[in-house]
């Protein structure tokens, strides 16, 4: 009798399985935004994502993020600026959590300041409003 066979929980008792999983969105996650920046993303009047701006019809405080991941991939930075200022700073943090969610599964977690999370939550959500709030009243939202 197999290993395998005698594990009911077959493939997902494998010891490598989170590794493989955490590799695997990686890779799915490069070529997501290379996918992006070289195909191009629909655009037009009727191409709407966001929730909040179908709702309301005003651009959200992330309004404009995925146009500047696609401009990021395609290597057009001040494209990517025009779109949303804190687009390299969000493609950093991704891969930054990706880096330490690896750190994870190779049993060396981060160790990271009490606390220090919530701060940066915080701290990026005040920078995201006040951001848009400058956007909204100077009319340079990205429609």
């Known amino acids: 009798m197999s290993v395998a066979a005698a594990d009911p929980r077959g493939f997902l008792a494998h010891p490598r399985l989170p590794l ?4 695997g969105a990686g890779v799915t ?3 997501l935004f290379v996918a992006a920046g070289l195909v191009g ?5 009727g191409f709407i994502v966001c929730a909040f701006r179908r709702l309301t019809g005003i651009p959200c405080p992330g309004c404009g993020l995925t ?9 057009e930075l001040l494209l990517a600026l025009h779109f949303h200022p804190f687009a390299p700073l969000v493609l950093a943090e991704a891969g930054a959590l990706w880096a330490g969610i690896g750190a994870s599964v190779l049993g060396r977690p981060l160790q990271l300041p009490p606390r220090f999370l919530e701060r940066v939550v915080v701290w990026q959500t005040a920078a995201f409003v006040a ?3 400058g956007r909204l009243a100077t009319g340079t939202l990205p429609w």
């Not at 493989?20 to 590799?23: E, F, G, M, Y």
């Not at 993303?41 to 009047?45: A, C, D, R, T």
């Open 67 to 75: 146009r500047a991941m696609a401009a990021l991939a395609r290597g």
């Open 131 to 133: 951001l848009w709030l």
């Open 20 to 23: 493989l999983l955490w590799l």
């Open 41 to 45: 993303l629909p655009e037009g009047p």
């Open 29 to 31: 996650a490069v070529a």
